[in-house]
């Protein structure tokens, strides 16, 4: 693996300085352990900027638990005899700065040669016990916010393809997809918000269906409300759409209920699979505007674009509604 500089941290007792094979760590009393592991293929050219976005995505997950990212370990897959060695320094630089934007220790890792590079953390977080937010905490009433904008998946797409403006997309998606939700895991720990996920492979669509489903309740989008990126209805229209979109679309056609007036380029971009995209909150109305405000402090973007619903007739427990 490439040589990082990785700073020494006291909660590290043993571990990759000293060439171990683990690494052990001091554990805060009174926490529990959030686990998760998450890579991919570059979805940007900047290595760099890949290494920052594949670390904020596989971060994100104990955010969107309502925890705290405590150590990570490298995984690497790399073409090492036919790509520069310095390709793969600069997307571990990035990896490695993510994580210790995110108050994290980096502690290993594990790499391999493979013809396709790939790149990605297993995370542990730590948690308070009592304030864990889940798929299964949406509550009937409550307002529905998103932290980030959509649209990862089409602009990668064009990204790849190498569409006109594609250097200005890149800017674009990276400076998204590479910013940590810390502060939605914040807002979670703070509010005592029950109900969160981040946005990533199925879509806000296919995510807000496993959270209707798991609460035992209904969703409703207002389409207009959901925040996009600069080009991404433009480059939609024209049908750049990537399989993935179109498969969660497919998948989930039978749980979700459009109003005849909501254009089918929003409804491609609820189910537009993001990587790291935002963390969606479900947030009793006493404390929106409270969490609002606390979010957008921060310099999140916090739209709200829908209501989780009691269900009945027009909307069947588990499904999801989209609106004008």
């Given at each position: ?13 043993v571990g990759v300085r000293d060439s171990e094979d683990a690494a052990v760590v001091t554990f ?34 104990v955010y969107a638990m309502g925890g705290e990212p405590y150590s990570a370990m490298n995984i ?249």
């Amino acid at each position: 693996m490439a040589e990082l500089n990785i700073p020494l941290d006291d909660r590290l007792l043993v571990g990759v300085r000293d060439s171990e094979d683990a690494a052990v760590v001091t554990f805060p009393p009174g926490r529990a352990l959030v686990q998760t592991v998450d890579f991919f293929t570059p979805i940007v050219d900047d290595p760099y900027q890949f290494g920052q976005i594949a670390a904020a995505n596989a971060l994100s997950d104990v955010y969107a638990m309502g925890g705290e990212p405590y150590s990570a370990m490298n995984i690497v897959c790399f073409p090492i005899k036919t790509v520069p060695k310095e390709i793969l320094g600069r997307i571990l630089k990035g990896g490695l700065d993510k994580v210790l934007e995110s108050g994290a220790m980096l502690v290993g890792g594990h790499s391999l040669e493979d013809d396709e590079i790939k790149y990605g953390l297993s995370v542990s977080g730590t948690v308070d016990p009592e304030k864990v937010a889940s798929n299964k905490g949406l509550r009937p009433g409550d307002r529905l916010v998103l932290t980030k904008p959509l649209g990862t998946g089409i602009l990668a797409t064009a990204i790849k393809g190498r569409w006109e403006g594609a250097d200005v997309m890149e800017q674009e998606l990276s400076g998204w997809a590479a910013r940590l939700n810390a502060a939605g895991g914040e807002a979670i720990r703070r509010f005592d918000i029950t109900g969160a996920t981040d946005v990533t492979g199925f879509g806000l669509g296919g995510h807000l269906l496993e959270m209707a489903r798991a609460s035992r309740c209904a969703v409703r989008i207002d389409a207009g409300a959901v925040p996009v990126m600069n080009s991404v209805l433009e480059l939609a229209s024209m049908g750049l759409i990537p399989a993935g979109s179109f498969a969660n679309k497919s998948f989930c056609r039978h749980t979700v209920v459009i109003h005849p007036d909501v254009e089918e380029v929003r409804v491609d971009l609820i189910f537009d699979a993001q990587t790291s995209g935002g963390m969606v909150l479900s947030v009793a109305p006493h404390e929106l505007s409270d969490v609002l405000d606390f979010l957008r402090a921060r310099g999140e973007q916090a739209a709200v674009f829908g209501t989780v619903l009691d269900p009945d007739g027009n909307a069947p427990l588990g499904s999801l509604m989209i609106v004008p």
